[in-house]
Structure formats: structure tokens, C-alpha cells
């Protein structure tokens, strides 16, 4: 079963990139937890979940740790992904990890956000190989 689902906030972050980091920020600063506006009707259907976020201040938007603590992941895979602007996966796979123990989270793929356009094969490649 292969579907897509949206994780998004309630309240819109800003259309400008700086403005929506510094929303970022006070979200982190502050551990806020955004309301999300759609929620999975069936997560116990998934056995694994690819996971897609920016890293913003070294780790997944707080709204990620919104999807993670509304649903129970034990038994399931997380495979994390992001795009970033120079920090790789920062600290946000040991942020799954404790959000998520039962879970196994594999080995995440970065790709630094000027090099989105140009990354089907490295993506590709890490699908594969996480596919093993």
C-alpha cells in the first residue's frame, strides 16, 4: 500500500522562508505542539512509514513531533528523511528514536536543499539500499 499524507498545521506557517524559520524557532524554544489539520485513520495499516521534513535548528519541525506523539509506532520502521540547508539530519533521528522506542528508525538521507532538483539518484540509491 503505497499512500501520501500531508502533515500540516492548522495554523498556515508564513509563505517567506526566513519568517517561517523564525516561527520554527519560537515553536522549538518554546516545545510547542501545532494542532494538526488531518490526522491518519488508520495508522495500524502501516507497517513502515517514510517520514519527509525540513530540519530546521537541527531537527524536524515541531508539528512532526505533534504526528509522532499522536499515534503508536511500536513494531513499525521509521525511515526519516529532510532537507537542510548545512545540517545534515542533525539531532532529529535520536529525536524519533525517544519519541518512538518501539520503533525502528533507520538510517536517514539529507539532502541539502539546493541540491533537491538534482537528487532522484541519491534518493533512489538510499531507497534501495534501505529497502534490503
Keep these: 500500500m503505497q499512500n501520501k499524507f500531508l502533515i500540516a498545521t ?3 506557517h508564513p509563505k517567506d522562508y526566513h519568517e517561517t524559520t523564525e ?3 519560537k515553536e522549538l524554544n ?5 494542532a494538526l489539520s488531518d490526522h491518519v485513520a ?3 495499516s502501516y507497517e513502515v512509514i ?9 531537527t524536524m519541525p515541531m508539528a512532526i513531533f ?5 499515534y503508536n509506532f511500536a513494531g513499525k520502521t521509521i525511515v526519516p528523511f529532510c532537507t537542510h540547508e548545512g545540517s545534515g539530519m542533525g539531532r532529529s533521528e535520536s529525536d524519533i528514536k525517544k519519541l ?5 528508525v533507520l538510517k536517514g538521507l539529507a539532502i541539502h536543499g539546493t541540491h533537491v532538483a538534482t537528487a532522484k539518484d541519491s534518493i ?3 531507497i534501495k539500499r534501505e529497502a534490503k
Excluded at 505533534?66 to 499522536?70: A, D, I, P, V, W
Design 10 to 12: 492548522v495554523a498556515a
Design 23 to 25: 516561527v520554527a524557532k
Design 30 to 34: 518554546g516545545s510547542a505542539r501545532p
Design 42 to 44: 488508520n495508522m495500524g
Design 50 to 58: 517514510f517520514l519527509g521534513y525540513p530540519n530546521w535548528w537541527g
Design 66 to 70: 505533534t504526528f509522532l506523539e499522536e
Design 100 to 104: 518512538c522506542p518501539q520503533a525502528t
Design 124 to 126: 533512489v540509491q538510499w
